[in-house]
C-alpha cells in the first residue's frame, strides 16, 4: 500500500463524494445497490497524497443520500485514511460494521480510538504505525483482531480484548514497546505468530 502511493500507483476509484455541513467532503463506495442500501468509506483516488490528508477531526456519518438513495455506512475501506498524519480524532457511527485492511494506516496524530458496538472486524493493519495512539477501545462486539491490527503502535501502554474476540492476528501487537498490560479472555481460540 505504502509503495503505491510514494510510487504515483493507479488512481483510487470512488462512486461518489459528499460534503457535510462541517465543511468535509467524504468519499464512498457503493456496497450494495439493493435494501439494504450500504456503502464504505473510501480513499478519494489522489495520487500525492491521501484525500484527507489535512484534516484534523474526522466525523463519519451513519448514513448518506445519492440519486435519491439513503446510503448506510457500513465500512471504513481499506487505505481509506492511511498516511493521514494530521488526523487526531475520529468518530465512527453504530453503523459501521468493518474496518478495513490499513484503513487508519500511518495516522500518526492519533492519540485514542473508540470503535463502535456494531464493529464486528478489525483489519489487517487497520491501525499499525500509529505511534501517538495511547488508548484503544475495543467493543464486545469485535470477533476478530486482524494481522498487525497495531503493529508498531508504541504508544500503547494497556489493552483489554472483549470476550467477543476469537483470534488474534499475527503481529497484531508487535514493537508495542509501551504495552505494559494486556487482558486475554477464555473465548480466544488462536493466537498468531509474534502477536
Not at 500500500?1 to 493507479?10: D, E, N, R, T
Not at 448518506?64 to 481509506?80: D, P, R
Not at 508504541?154 to 472483549?162: D, Q
Request: aromatic letters at 12%.
Amino acid at each position: 500500500l505504502i509503495f503505491a502511493v510514494f510510487c504515483g500507483g493507479s488512481v483510487v476509484a470512488y462512486d461518489f463524494s459528499a460534503l457535510f455541513e462541517s465543511g468535509q467532503t467524504l468519499y464512498y463506495n457503493i456496497t450494495s445497490n439493493v435494501e439494504p442500501y450500504t456503502v464504505e468509506v473510501t480513499d478519494g483516488g489522489t495520487t500525492d497524497y491521501p484525500s484527507y490528508f489535512y484534516c484534523k477531526n474526522l466525523i463519519i456519518p451513519s448514513s448518506v443520500s445519492f440519486n435519491g438513495i439513503l446510503y448506510s455506512v457500513t465500512g471504513i475501506g481499506s487505505g481509506a485514511f492511511m498516511l493521514c498524519y494530521d488526523l487526531t480524532s475520529i468518530e465512527i457511527p453504530n453503523s459501521v460494521t468493518s474496518i478495513g485492511e490499513g484503513a487508519f494506516n500511518y495516522c500518526l496524530g492519533l492519540t485514542s480510538v473508540t470503535i463502535p458496538e456494531s464493529v464486528t472486524n478489525i483489519g489487517n493493519y487497520a491501525f499499525s504505525d500509529c505511534s501517538g495512539l495511547t488508548s484503544v477501545t475495543i467493543p464486545n462486539s469485535v470477533e476478530s483482531i486482524g494481522n498487525s491490527a497495531f503493529y508498531n503502535c508504541s504508544g500503547l501502554t494497556s489493552v483489554t480484548i472483549p470476550n467477543s474476540v476469537e483470534s488474534i492476528g499475527n503481529s497484531a501487537f508487535y514493537n508495542c514497546s509501551g504495552l505494559t498490560s494486556v487482558t486475554i479472555p477464555n473465548s480466544v481460540e488462536s493466537i498468531g505468530n509474534s502477536a
